[in-house]
């Protein structure tokens, strides 16, 4: 089991904690887990990033540079990355190239 404190992505790998819908509960006060009615989170925030991929060199290189920071909320694609175990929850490892956009 690993620690929230010991997981360092490395070069453009971008550790995510998939964000979750709350549970939904029906009229009569059933509760139906997400995981029954719903696809997995496309959406999380960035826990941790890596520094950067080596492709040329050079250490001001912009297209070797991360653009996520920790802490943004990011749309990501629904296929891509690793799953890992932080605890008792499931986070994702992935390639930076696999965040689609920056949610503000």
Not at 10 to 38: C, M, R
Not at 74 to 100: A, P, S
Request: aromatic residues 4%; charged residues 30%; neutral net charge.
């Amino acid at each position: 089991m690993a620690s929230k404190q010991k997981i360092k992505p490395l070069f453009d790998y971008v550790l995510i904690k998939p964000l979750q819908d709350k549970e939904e509960v029906t009229a009569s006060g059933i509760l139906i887990p997400d995981t029954i009615t719903k696809e997995k989170p496309q959406m999380g925030e960035v826990m941790e990033v890596g520094e950067g991929k080596v492709c040329c060199g050079k250490k001001d290189c912009d297209s070797c540079k991360m653009i996520v920071k920790k802490g943004q909320h990011v749309i990501y694609k629904k296929w891509g990355g690793n799953e890992i175990k932080v605890g008792t929850e499931e986070w994702l490892l992935i390639e930076q190239k696999d965040v689609m956009a920056v949610v503000s």
